[in-house]
């Protein structure tokens, strides 16, 4: 079994749709670090699991420099993304997404 582990920085902006009186809800930005997480037990023909620039150009020709409530249909909260990385990128299971220091998130596939 191969693990490729492609960690990346996002700069975006986004405002978050809450049922609750929020400051998140007032638009603002963050540097997202996003790492993401691909397995398999094959390699391509190119001896790779997916190539580390692939997972980069998927995810940053997105997101980067965006603002996410124009990207995505969803509430852009940190758990959504990391739901819609690991979807978008081939042999994904495991996606982490860190909004600050204190602030992280992980998605993996059941
Ligand atoms: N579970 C989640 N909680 C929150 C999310 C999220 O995506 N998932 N997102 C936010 C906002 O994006 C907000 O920008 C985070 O603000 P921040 O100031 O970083 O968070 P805190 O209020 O916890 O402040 P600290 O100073 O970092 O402690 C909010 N919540
Ligand atoms: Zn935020």
Not at 22 to 35: Q, V
């Amino acid at each position: 079994m191969y693990t490729v582990i492609k960690r990346m920085e996002i700069s975006a902006s986004h405002s978050l749709s809450l049922s609750y009186p929020s400051k998140c809800e007032n638009l603002h930005g963050h540097n997202w670090i996003i790492t993401v997480y691909c397995r398999s037990k094959e390699l391509d023909e190119c001896g790779m699991v997916v190539d580390f620039s692939k997972i980069k150009k998927i995810v940053k020709e997105q997101m980067d420099h965006r603002h996410l409530n124009e990207v995505f249909s969803f509430n852009p909260t940190a758990e959504n993304i990391a739901r819609w990385v690991c979807e978008q990128v081939p042999h994904c299971f495991k996606v982490e997404v860190r909004e600050s220091e204190g602030n992280t998130v992980i998605y993996e596939k059941d």
